[in-house]
């Protein structure tokens, strides 16, 4: 992570509401990436982080204007956009918005631009609501922050 201008983890995420840094990314091996891990990097301005998780932008009702989470933890890294899931995602429907998102970014044919990411994600998260079909939960819990 620390050489890479963007990231994609579709993972299970876990929230730690004691400790928050102790929050993070299941990894294989029963290794988890702790938002104190990921604070900890020094990395270059920029690049996309798509975490593919669930509750990876998960706060704190009671602290709610200072939120520490995943999400947070990849800006604080360095990321310039950050796309994470406010709680449980669908892991039928979850591959259908990276897909759509990653779609929207490379649609120029030149190199993507994660400034657009918002943009993608916006785009995407539409598809899924013109299905008709599909539940206001599934598709709800996509968010952007950053650039």
Not at 86 to 94: C, H, P, T, Y
Not at 103 to 120: C, I
Request: aromatic share 8%; charged share 20%.
């Amino acid at each position: 992570m620390k050489d890479a201008d963007w990231v994609h983890f579709a993972c299970h995420g876990i929230q730690d509401p004691v400790n928050r840094t102790e929050s993070g990314l299941c990894l294989a091996d029963q290794r988890r990436l702790k938002v104190s891990d990921i604070i900890a990097l020094s990395r270059p301005r920029g690049g996309l982080a798509f975490l593919s998780a669930c509750e990876t932008a998960t706060g704190d009702e009671g602290l709610s204007d200072e939120a520490i989470h995943i999400a947070a933890g990849m800006l604080f890294a360095g990321y310039g956009g950050v796309i994470g899931t406010m709680w449980s995602i669908s892991d039928e429907l979850a591959p259908h918005v990276a897909w759509d998102v990653y779609a929207q970014l490379f649609r120029s044919g030149t190199r993507p631009d994660y400034r657009e990411a918002a943009r993608a994600l916006h785009e995407a998260v539409g598809h899924l609501r013109e299905r008709g079909n599909v539940p206001f939960h599934i598709w709800l819990p996509f968010i952007h922050v950053g650039l």
